[in-house]
């Protein structure tokens, strides 16, 4: 048994990382995941699947936008589901991981489905403390705690863990690192869940649109076949793999009708329109 120290000067540990932490804690407003959250205080750092309302887009002028955001918002949580219905049954005694858990969205609502304990692992402070801070208010902190550290390299002991998961975060890690410490952190027979946007390696190996969702949040995605090798490496066998990528295109195209679209929403429409990008979610299981 071993852990590994969570001190400041150990969370980041490389250029990219410095550079990718600065871009997050410079978020601080973050308009558009502050508005959609503000009501119910699931705040996401993901997108969604599955087609919207599209009476939001002929309501009157004076509420259009308004109806867009809560459609939005609620496509969002309904992503949740993904995970949860991948995990199959969660018995409340056991203990989660959400790795890389922004203001905390997910492991909110998976500790509200199932009655078990969460912890997030983030390297963005005040996104840390916005989701301590979430939890108290609403009396979550009782099952779900936050901790600012790094998701590769976490302050955790070996087999902390009944399973983890990571929501639309793997983009930002080397994928051998990560689930190299999901494989330490994980029990035998432990369950690790991922939804992602990749590159479709089948199709392309590069592509403007991916070229251009890097540059725009900071990260590196993945190739497909990726995923697939560095799980066989690390121990972690799928049980389940489902691609989502042509459900995955109405939530972008609701999005270009927001007011607070960042520009990035054509890449992710014109990247899974020519399936140069898919859109996936990975169940495993921990040898």
Known sequence: MHTRGSEKNGVVRNAYERELKAHWDAKTTDEINLLLGAEDGLYHHHYAVGDFDRSVLTAPPQIREERILRELHRMESAQVGLLTDALGEVPAGWRGMDAGSGRGGTSFMIAE??????????????????????????????????????MVQTPFQDRTFDFAVSNETTMYVDLHELFGELQRLLRPGGRYIATTWCRNDAKEDRCEASRLIDEHYVCRMHKRSTYFEALAANGLVPYRVTRHTEEAIPYWELRNHSELRTGVENAFLEGYRERSLDYLLIAAERI
Request: glycine share 10%; proline share 0%; aromatic share 14%.
């Open 113 to 150: 489905r199932y009655g078990c304990r969460m912890d997030g692992v983030n390297f963005c402070t005040h996104q840390v403390e916005f989701a301590k801070g979430v939890a108290q208010k609403h009396g979550w902190d009782k099952k779900v705690d936050f901790h600012v550290a790094n």
